[in-house]
């Protein structure tokens, strides 16, 4: 059974610049959770898809966009690249509605942004 | 909003040593939660979780957290710490039935053989 899975695992962009960071969600999850965790800090919430619908969003600008696939998977994009963008980016997955449920995490993808 | 806080940014301990993490939260309501770990190189992954009944909550590799309500606590702790328990651990409160977590910034453990 697969767990969370992310690519690319590492990515280097410039200032300005746009990217796509991509998730397919454990078997039998259907909601998808996308997280910035910068250097030091704990991770902070982007926004929730489930229904190929943005359910939930956090404190991210609009250049944060996301989508979900029929298939649960997911993407992340961000537009206009900042040098603060460099960050681990989180993917979790989780069933949609369960209170108790816990959320599983992908590797991450690392962004850097020169 | 809510937030969490981990007071201990890091913490150095040996072998054998006892171990306890705090974690506060501020929400008023119903909150689930938890305590995860990345271990150097890995993934989160879960430790621990409380949802509701017994405040002390037993997880895997001897952890345990209590569940403090009127402290807004919920502290992580194992009795006789090992080196494979370096790592980073966090604390993560979820609110609501909307799967969305707010972590604290990490205690990154370093235990010396």
């Known amino acids: 059974d697969a767990g969370v899975t992310q690519s690319p695992t590492h990515l280097i962009k410039t200032r300005g610049q746009q990217v796509t960071l991509r998730c397919s969600p454990k078997s039998g999850h259907d909601t998808v959770s996308w997280y910035q965790q910068a250097l030091g800090q704990g991770p902070q919430f982007i926004f929730q898809y489930y229904e190929e619908e943005e359910r939930q969003r956090g404190n991210f600008p609009d250049r944060f966009s996301g989508h979900q696939f029929p298939n649960y998977s997911s993407e992340l994009n961000v537009n206009a690249l900042l040098l603060g963008d460099s960050a681990l980016y989180l993917c979790?997955?989780?069933?949609?509605?369960?209170?108790?449920?816990?959320?599983?995490f992908g590797p991450g993808t690392r962004l850097t942004v020169l | 909003a809510q937030s969490v806080s981990q007071h201990n940014h890091h913490v150095i301990l040996s072998e054998a040593a006892s171990l306890e993490l705090g974690c506060n939260y501020s929400?008023?309501?119903?909150?689930?939660l938890f305590w995860y770990v990345q271990y150097p190189g890995q993934h989160l992954q879960l430790l621990l979780k409380y949802f509701s009944g017994d405040p002390l909550v037993k997880g895997i590799k001897g952890f345990e957290a209590e569940f403090i309500k009127s402290k807004f606590s919920f502290n992580l702790r194992k009795p006789s710490v090992q080196w494979s328990d370096t790592a980073e651990y966090f604390c993560?409160?979820?609110?609501?039935?909307?799967?969305?977590?707010?972590f604290g910034s990490g205690t990154k453990l370093n235990v010396k053989p």
């Open positions: 929400y008023g309501g119903t909150v689930n």
């Open positions: 993560a409160v979820m609110s609501g039935n909307f799967n969305k977590f707010y």
């Open positions: 979790a997955s989780s069933l949609w509605g369960i209170s108790y449920n816990e959320q599983f």
